[in-house]
């Protein structure tokens, strides 16, 4: 929400590159606690990775999509704690922005929206529940069993914000079993730390309850140099899971989190370029900042946010006959508190107050067949429910140094040293309902088709009203009118694919899948009414096809496929040319394509050894028409931008051996050479991110029984400073800057070392 402005021009923050089922191995590992490394174990099958990316039970193999399987022991040897860090075990996903509101993308398609009313285009589904705004506040990752990212547009079986693919989260079952204590715990430099524990009760011989915490420090890397303070974003995160297999027909679960995202102090980004003689330069220069492609320093006033997110959820499992009726019941909240100073100076001339609210209800219904017949698929019915509202305040001094050169836009200079500013209070709602249905038929032992249908409708109501004077404010800088706007569509998606078996461990597939991202109201526009303030549905229809096959007796697995998406009415900003002012707005530009072919090698050779190396390459291109300014604020036909493909490597190595009876040895190593990264829709040079490789690593013990372990890692080892995007620095205009740029700087911008320790009772 509050950053999304910044990204004015961006129609997508072009973030790239696709690849295969990199750490799939996970779903075959037999079960272990959470953290470290696992006892050694024989070469396992690849070919047995069980993913439910088609809502049951399959073979990877047998599965003619893209999936990314990674298991919470991966999480936590690679310290990955975040959504965002899992852009280093599955590759094709990226995030680009600030950390807790980066747009997520998959296969180069994903971007911020500057509506209210908008959803992403990857879906975030955690046990089940589809999660709404999923840019913001993605969820912890602690106390997971494991997590499938789906690659391509999956909106046939998972709605309406997933028409670029999906990340689904399951978490840690109760066990009835047995009861056990599970403890994971990383402290690292730069005042970083993770500690997740677990705690698992039997109730009875067929109930058992389950709690689990995580709490994080992201590692300082944000330093404002006005106040001393680093932005040192915490968060602290609690779930509670109850399982009653109430009979051999019925099982109940129960689940309920809840998770507190803050930070106070530090700066939101850094300015990396500004004009030497500019207001700006020297007030940032007063202040000890050195501005340069490496500066993550700023010196600015107060910055803080207050997250709070809880949910309830209930999921019942009846079998019938064969068959198993699922229902899923969800109530999601959210609440924010944010102050941002956006001026980058601490000469107050611009900040910005939020703070809004979110509900989701949601339910689904679905019956699946059972495995092994003729026909196998799944069927149901779905509704959601959200409500938002959104209070945005803008204030400030902001032309209190237009009159140094005389440009003061009031009657009198001296008007211009008052603050001005203005409120905007926002309201949506939002309400859809679908019935869906896929199903594989075996035509033959080895040729089998896919078939699959979802027909839904959204309705999206928005309100904002006229903007207000802001508190302390003696005029409102732009007075704006009030919107009320709806938008209802019904729409169809689709998937039509078909598999053969051309020996018995190789098989080939080609799918045709129509996707979904539903439509929004325009609610934050200006100067913009009617039809622009309607933003139409993306529609992506995406063309895939290629080979799974095992190799070694089924100890390695090589995949391969090549992809097509094309994208009718891709939401984005542009400058709409129909307005007096050329005014940037948020709606649908004609065409937006991706296109590309992805390898991988994935298994386990040897006792002891795993590895995983990926490669992906892709390219992106404009329909004609797209207009959005470039960095210096002109408006260029992005279209004619046309860049050469992205490669994205991926590599992890992992090997354990006996070091004694009772001890193991382990070391992990991962390898990620990320493409560059064009931070706005025209690509310009100077607000790219130039590629880099990103090496990390772990190197410790662990008891033969898994209980007990030690181990010292490193992430960003050459400490190569990355920003996670790029943009033209807010207010620097007001400041008498021409061309200035700032950056955003992630968890991952700098070198982290640290000890882990592990134990499970």
Same mark, same amino acid.
């Given at each position: 929400?509050?950053?999304?402005?910044?990204?004015?021009?961006?129609?997508?923050?072009?973030?790239?590159?696709?690849?295969?089922?990199?750490?799939?191995?996970?779903?075959?590992?037999?079960?272990?606690?959470?953290?470290?490394?696992?006892?050694?174990?024989?070469?396992?099958?690849?070919?047995?990775?069980?993913?439910?990316?088609?809502?049951?039970?399959?073979?990877?193999?047998?599965?003619?999509?893209? $999936?990314?399987?990674?298991?919470?022991?991966?999480?936590?040897?690679?310290?990955?704690?975040?959504?965002?860090?899992?852009?280093?075990?599955?590759?094709?996903?990226?995030?680009?922005?600030?950390?807790?509101?980066?747009?997520?993308?998959?296969?180069?398609?994903?971007?911020?929206?500057?509506?209210?009313?908008?959803?992403?285009?990857?879906?975030?589904?955690?046990? &089940?529940?589809?999660?709404?705004?999923?840019?913001?506040?993605?969820?912890?990752?602690?106390?997971?069993?494991?997590?499938?990212?789906?690659?391509?547009?999956?909106?046939?079986?998972?709605?309406?914000?997933?028409?670029?693919?999906?990340?689904?989260?399951?978490?840690?079952?109760?066990?009835?079993?047995?009861?056990?204590?599970?403890?994971?715990?990383?402290?690292?430099?730069?005042?970083?730390?993770?500690?997740?524990?677990?705690?698992?009760?039997?109730?009875?011989?067929?109930?058992?309850?389950?709690?689990?915490?995580?709490?994080?420090?992201?590692?300082?890397?944000?330093?404002?140099?006005?106040?001393?303070?680093?932005? @040192?974003?915490?968060?602290?995160?609690?779930?509670?899971?109850?399982?009653?297999?109430?009979?051999?027909?019925?099982?109940?679960?129960?689940?309920?989190?809840?998770?507190?995202?803050?930070?106070?102090?530090? $700066?939101?980004?850094?300015?990396?370029?500004?004009?030497?003689?500019?207001?700006?330069?020297?007030?940032?220069?007063?202040?000890?900042?050195?501005?340069?492609?490496?500066?993550?320093?700023?010196?600015?006033?107060?910055?803080?946010?207050?997250?709070?997110?809880?949910?309830?959820?209930?999921?019942?499992?009846?079998?019938?006959?064969?068959?198993?009726?699922?229902?899923?019941?969800?109530?999601?909240?959210?609440?924010?508190?944010?102050?941002?100073?956006?001026?980058?100076?601490?000469?107050?001339?611009?900040?910005?107050?939020?703070?809004?609210?979110?509900? &989701?209800?949601?339910?689904?219904?679905?019956?699946?067949?059972?495995?092994?017949?003729?026909?196998?698929?799944?069927?149901?019915?779905?509704?959601?429910?959200?409500?938002?509202?959104?209070?945005?305040?803008?204030?400030?001094?902001?032309?209190?140094?237009?009159?140094?050169?005389?440009?003061?836009?009031?009657?009198?200079?001296?008007?211009?040293?008052?603050?001005?500013?203005?409120?905007?209070?926002?309201?949506?709602?939002?309400?859809?309902?679908?019935?869906?249905?896929?199903?594989?038929?075996?035509?033959?032992?080895?040729?089998?088709?896919?078939?699959?249908?979802?027909?839904?409708?959204?309705?999206? @109501?928005?309100?904002?009203?006229?903007?207000?004077?802001?508190?302390?404010?003696?005029?409102?800088?732009?007075?704006?009118?009030?919107?009320?706007?709806?938008?209802?569509?019904?729409?169809?998606?689709?998937?039509?694919?078909?598999?053969?078996?051309?020996?018995?461990?190789?098989?080939?597939?080609?799918?045709?899948?129509?996707?979904?991202?539903?439509?929004?109201?325009?609610?934050?526009?200006?100067?913009?009414?009617?039809?622009?303030?309607?933003?139409?549905?993306?529609?992506?229809?995406?063309?895939?096809?290629?080979? @799974?096959?095992?190799?070694?007796?089924?100890?390695?697995?090589?995949?391969?496929?090549?992809?097509?998406?094309?994208?009718?009415?891709?939401?984005?900003?542009?400058?709409?040319?129909?307005?007096?002012?050329?005014?940037?707005?948020?709606?649908?530009?004609?065409?937006?394509?991706?296109?590309?072919?992805?390898? &991988?090698?994935?298994?386990?050779?040897?006792?002891?050894?795993?590895?995983?190396?990926?490669?992906?390459?892709? $390219?992106?291109?404009?329909?004609?028409?797209?207009?959005?300014?470039?960095?210096?604020?002109?408006?260029?036909?992005?279209?004619?931008?046309?860049?050469?493909?992205?490669?994205?490597?991926?590599?992890?190595?992992?090997?354990?051996?006996?070091?004694?009876?009772?001890?193991?040895?382990?070391?992990?190593?991962?390898?990620?050479?990320?493409?560059?990264?064009?931070?706005?829709?025209?690509?310009?040079?100077?607000?790219?991110?130039?590629?880099?490789?990103?090496?990390?690593?772990?190197?410790?013990?662990?008891?033969?029984?898994?209980?007990?372990?030690?181990?010292?890692?490193?992430?960003?080892?050459?400490?190569?400073?990355?920003?996670?995007?790029?943009?033209?620095?807010?207010?620097?205009?007001?400041?008498?800057?021409?061309?200035?740029?700032?950056?955003?700087?992630?968890?991952?911008?700098?070198?982290?070392?640290?000890?882990?320790?592990?134990?499970?009772?």
């Amino acid at each position: 929400m509050r950053h999304v402005w910044i990204f004015a021009g961006c129609s997508a923050l072009a973030l790239a590159s696709p690849s295969y089922a990199q750490s799939a191995m996970a779903a075959s590992v037999p079960r272990q606690d959470d953290g470290g490394a696992p006892a050694i174990q024989p070469a396992a099958n690849a070919g047995e990775i069980i993913v439910t990316a088609n809502r049951r039970a399959e073979r990877l193999q047998q599965v003619p999509i893209a $999936v990314t399987v990674v298991d919470g022991a991966q999480l936590a040897r690679q310290n990955v704690n975040t959504v965002e860090n899992l852009t280093r075990s599955a590759p094709a996903l990226e995030v680009a922005g600030p950390t807790g509101y980066g747009a997520l993308s998959i296969r180069g398609v994903g971007g911020i929206s500057l509506a209210q009313s908008s959803e992403g285009s990857v879906g975030v589904v955690v046990d &089940n529940v589809a999660l709404a705004n999923t840019s913001i506040d993605p969820p912890l990752l602690f106390d997971i069993a494991r997590i499938e990212v789906l690659e391509g547009p999956q909106s046939t079986l998972f709605g309406r914000n997933s028409s670029a693919g999906v990340i689904n989260i399951v978490t840690a079952a109760p066990d009835p079993s047995r009861t056990a204590v599970i403890a994971h715990a990383d402290i690292g430099t730069r005042d970083n730390y993770i500690g997740r524990l677990a705690v698992n009760l039997p109730v009875s011989d067929n109930a058992a309850l389950r709690i689990a915490g995580g709490l994080t420090q992201d590692p300082k890397v944000q330093y404002n140099r006005a106040d001393d303070s680093w932005q @040192k974003r915490k968060s602290e995160a609690v779930r509670g899971r109850f399982l009653w297999e109430a009979s051999d027909k019925l099982t109940i679960n129960l689940s309920g989190d809840y998770t507190h995202n803050h930070y106070d102090g530090g $700066v939101q980004w850094a300015v990396f370029q500004s004009s030497p003689t500019s207001l700006l330069t020297a007030r940032l220069n007063a202040c000890g900042v050195t501005v340069g492609p490496s500066n993550t320093d700023g010196c600015a006033g107060p910055n803080r946010s207050n997250h709070t997110v809880f949910g309830f959820s209930g999921q019942i499992d009846l079998a019938l006959g064969g068959y198993t009726l699922t229902s899923v019941s969800a109530i999601r909240r959210r609440t924010i508190n944010e102050l941002v100073d956006i001026d980058s100076t601490t000469a107050d001339r611009y900040i910005q107050p939020q703070s809004g609210s979110q509900r &989701n209800l949601s339910q689904e219904l679905r019956l699946s067949t059972p495995n092994g017949g003729r026909v196998e698929g799944v069927a149901g019915l779905y509704y959601s429910s959200q409500r938002l509202t959104n209070s945005l305040t803008q204030v400030g001094n902001i032309l209190a140094d237009l009159p140094l050169i005389g440009a003061c836009p009031l009657p009198l200079a001296s008007l211009c040293a008052l603050p001005f500013g203005q409120t905007r209070d926002t309201a949506v709602q939002t309400e859809g309902y679908a019935a869906f249905g896929q199903a594989t038929v075996h035509i033959s032992p080895r040729l089998r088709v896919l078939l699959g249908l979802r027909v839904g409708h959204e309705s999206v @109501k928005a309100q904002t009203g006229a903007t207000t004077l802001a508190p302390g404010a003696v005029a409102q800088l732009t007075p704006l009118p009030g919107i009320n706007a709806r938008v209802s569509d019904t729409y169809v998606g689709y998937r039509v694919g078909v598999q053969y078996e051309v020996a018995k461990q190789v098989m080939v597939f080609a799918t045709v899948t129509r996707g979904y991202k539903g439509p929004a109201v325009n609610d934050q526009a200006a100067g913009v009414s009617g039809s622009q303030l309607i933003v139409r549905p993306e529609i992506p229809t995406a063309f895939e096809g290629g080979f @799974k096959s095992s190799l070694m007796n089924g100890r390695i697995a090589f995949n391969a496929t090549g992809f097509y998406t094309r994208i009718k009415d891709f939401q984005a900003s542009f400058v709409d040319t129909s307005t007096p002012a050329n005014l940037l707005v948020f709606g649908n530009v004609p065409t937006y394509r991706t296109w590309g072919a992805s390898a &991988n090698l994935f298994g386990r050779p040897v006792q002891g050894l795993t590895v995983n190396i990926g490669a992906t390459f892709l $390219v992106r291109r404009y329909g004609a028409g797209y207009l959005a300014p470039n960095a210096l604020g002109q408006v260029v036909d992005v279209s004619t931008f046309r860049p050469g493909g992205s490669l994205k490597l991926t590599s992890s190595l992992e090997y354990t051996a006996p070091l004694t009876a009772r001890l193991n040895g382990f070391f992990q190593a991962d390898v990620v050479r990320n493409p560059r990264l064009f931070s706005n829709a025209a690509g310009d040079s100077v607000l790219a991110v130039d590629s880099w490789v990103n090496v990390g690593g772990r190197l410790g013990v662990k008891s033969a029984d898994n209980r007990l372990g030690v181990s010292v890692f490193v992430r960003n080892l050459f400490d190569t400073i990355r920003s996670g995007a790029r943009f033209v620095t807010p207010t620097a205009a007001q400041q008498l800057d021409p061309v200035s740029y700032s950056q955003f700087a992630g968890a991952e911008s700098r070198r982290v070392v640290g000890l882990s320790l592990d134990a499970s009772f």
